[in-house]
């Protein structure tokens, strides 16, 4: 069964900070191995914010890292259930803070965080992964890469919206599923479906 879970990544901690704030991209700094990514699993959800972790900050200084990741993390399912598609960052009670420009989180030095994603499923007619899964960073695939793009661009200009169902139906779209069969898995409503056709051109 397919559920969604939404609604919960739109709350500021922080007021401004300072102008010369370091805000990094979260591949960069596992690329990097400032930060470490682990525990990864699912939480029985499809879309939105379905995927739990763990980032490890290995420096002895704070790592504010972007709620928005400029390259989405493609996920590889270990088990039999769906592949996920990453693209945003929160802790893990959907917390983040703003300098008034940019949303971030805030990885303290040597500490290990739970962490939110918000993700989609990539594998339509698998099972949706849960706790028991487990996930390493694989290659996105070529499909999907423009498709994330564009919902990347989208949430930037567009801040506080909910895409999670939209976002869910383009993923499956760019991969030949019609509109009919994903909405015999969950709900999509016209303006959803106009939405998601506008990130897969």
């Known amino acids: ?80 259930s769906q592949n996920m598609i990453a693209i945003q960052v929160y802790l893990s009670d959907g917390a983040y803070s703003s300098d008034g420009r940019r949303s971030f989180i805030t990885l303290r030095p040597r500490v290990r965080t739970g962490v939110l994603f918000v993700a989609f499923c990539v594998d339509f007619d698998k099972d949706n992964p849960t706790e028991r899964d487990r996930f390493s960073i694989g290659s996105v695939p070529p499909v999907l890469a423009p498709v994330m793009a564009n919902i990347r661009a989208y949430l930037t200009a567009n801040k506080n919206a909910d895409v999670a169902a939209a976002a869910q139906a383009a993923v499956w779209l760019v991969q030949g599923k019609s509109i009919g069969k994903i909405r015999s898995r969950f709900p999509v409503t016209p303006a959803e479906e106009r939405l998601a056709r506008q990130f897969t051109r």
Not at 3 to 20: C, H, N, R, Y
Not at 25 to 48: F, H, I, K, P
């Open 1 to 80: 069964m397919i559920k969604i879970i939404v609604g919960v990544l739109i709350w500021s901690l922080s007021g401004s900070l300072s102008a010369q704030t370091v805000i990094s991209d979260l591949r960069d700094e596992t690329d990097a191995g400032r930060v470490q990514l682990v525990s990864v699993a699912g939480n029985g959800s499809s879309s939105g914010a379905a995927i739990t972790a763990y980032l490890i900050n290995e420096t002895a200084t704070a790592r504010r890292v972007d709620v928005n990741l400029s390259r989405p993390l493609f996920l590889v399912n270990a088990g039999s």
